[in-house]
């Protein structure tokens, strides 16, 4: 068997471009024993991989020029030199950015019976979902009736915040670039308002949907989006920080925001948080947010983008905001 | 009796000057049934009362230019028509700015038996020693053997702080603006390691006495010291945000810091706090620093303005560096 895979050809500088990635076809071996060979169906980008294309420390390792990139990835397990790993099983693993692998089941999870199609497992049931979900109740501490404010609110992240937010009796606010990602917002999803971040004035907007200000600012972007919200928010509020997006491309260092001291009169809280150290978490999470998504509470969509070949322009969308809901590089043929 | 009071003459417009201000001389009248008159004999100035002389919202009202300033007060009982507050208690209140006045025992407190001279209840046992009391164990949630790095160390927040830190057991690291304050945090307070900010090269500095990095910041000057501690900080650090000193006088918004993203990957904590919101905590800090104190263990100082009309002097000295310790006027005679 053959695999199509992405590597870094040279490390972006600023906005990654085509030419920063190349695509290499390699064999996939036979599993030997212990082994097992899965075919890859859902791959996922995420903006925190733009970190780990640069060469300085981060909190997670940086990528290898010469290495094959990773990521998360759901499989379909084709080929098996392990009895716990039976082949037809639906797994999730860190191998992603290839179409298929062969190895150890060392940090691979079996999905067992599917609540949802593979892809879900990539963003509202995996890694962007449980973002949502310990950053706004556990980081963010969201108590019943509050406002909610969250940036990005139209990517995975953003838009199960919301969701989560409504279900949690509290108010939801979302900013997202364009008309359509608006509408989506608050026609599809109940947000209660959004607004198009493009249009600038982002204190007025957000005052505009929130005229009782703001109790926890989930924020996904940095910028001028954190400076606009710590201006709106009530006394002991929380803001989760989660990323930084319109930060990962630049190329020289970003001033931060002005109104920073506000913090001190208004007692509040700003906490970076990392989703992978709040696996105590997890049994909860998957808990509700099953529940939550097969009760039709909470929605998801997906932008999806077809075979391996395309796989650095979805990771380049997630900049330019060609994305609603999860990206997902579909493998299935 | 004549009382001289201060008053703001018009709105400081950045660093504050005497002409800001005026002394009036008004009459403290006799004491009707329930009232007290107290003549005060030391006065207290602190940063955060900036933020009251400009005309916008704060955690605390702003000043009226027709009205006497207020501010922390220690004084003493000279006549009584309140048999709770006899002739000759020592009482604190918030009637300073002024030598003397008449009024109800509507939020004073009576201080008992003295543990220290009057004026350290308007420093180490007073607000400064519970701000650092309660930001830097309740909010900064400190434990043994951490490292600790404070800005504005040789002030009364500051150098209660470092040595608060020391008696937890934790390696305690010092900014402060000149060679003699630097010399007085090692040599005479028992910090670790201290420098001075004049110097420049802030991160550098920080790094030199704490080679294993930061865990808790006290951050009392915002600014450049917030940017450089951000590059200092190890995972899950706490950054108790007390002021912003650097700012207070600024005309323009000043630029955050451009690392703020690092406390997303660091899984930092940055808590604004005021320390009228932590009254629960009142009886620990008054127990613990009285011992501490009497034992020795926490040393402080006073840099002591003579008489009311130097009470201006006093108070822009806190934003030039004239104050090792506690600021204080004293009206004794």
Same mark, same amino acid.
């Given at each position: 068997m053959k695999s199509k895979e992405i590597r870094l050809n040279q490390r972006p500088h600023g906005m990654p471009t085509p030419e920063d990635f190349n695509v290499v076809e390699v064999d996939v071996p036979d599993p030997q024993d212990g082994e097992i060979t899965v075919k890859n169906v859902s791959l996922t980008v995420d903006p925190y991989m733009r970190g780990r294309m640069v060469d300085r420390a981060s909190y997670v390792a940086g990528f290898d020029l010469s290495e094959t990139l990773t990521g998360g990835a759901i499989g379909k397990i084709?080929?098996?030199?392990?009895s716990d790993f039976p082949v037809g099983e639906y797994v999730e693993s860190?191998?992603?950015?290839?179409?298929a692998w062969t190895g150890s089941s060392r940090g691979v999870r079996k999905l067992g019976n599917?609540?949802?199609?593979?892809?879900a497992y990539l963003g509202v049931l995996g890694m962007p979902g449980m973002t949502a979900y310990v950053g706004l109740l556990? &980081?963010?501490?969201l108590k019943e009736g509050e406002t909610v404010f969250v940036s990005g609110a139209a990517g995975a992240v953003g838009s199960a915040v919301g969701q989560i937010a409504k279900i949690k009796g509290c108010k939801a606010i979302g900013s997202a670039g364009g008309k359509e990602k608006v509408r989506h917002l608050v026609?599809?999803?109940?947000?209660?308002h959004a607004f198009d971040y493009?249009?600038?004035?982002l204190e007025r907007q957000i005052l505009e949907g929130a005229p009782q200000r703001i109790d926890v600012y989930f924020d996904n972007v940095g910028g001028s989006h954190l400076q606009a919200a710590l201006n709106c928010m009530n006394p002991n509020g929380r803001l989760?920080?989660?990323?930084?997006i319109s930060q990962y491309n630049a190329t020289e260092a970003v001033p931060g925001p002005?109104?920073?001291?506000?913090a001190i009169g208004s007692q509040l809280t700003l906490k970076g948080f990392i &989703?992978?150290?709040?696996?105590?978490?997890r049994e909860d999470f998957i808990r509700d947010m099953t529940s939550w998504v097969n009760s039709g509470q909470l929605k998801y969509r997906e932008t999806v983008f077809d075979g391996i070949d395309e796989m650095p322009n979805a990771f380049i969308g997630l900049f330019t905001g060609a994305n609603t809901g999860k990206m997902i590089i579909n493998l299935d043929d």
């Open positions: 084709v080929e098996s030199q392990n860190h191998l992603g950015w290839r179409e599917l609540e949802a199609p593979p892809s556990d &980081v963010g501490a026609e599809d999803l109940g947000f209660d493009r249009d600038g004035h989760p920080l989660c990323g930084a002005n109104n920073l001291a506000i &989703v992978s150290n709040y696996n105590h978490l």
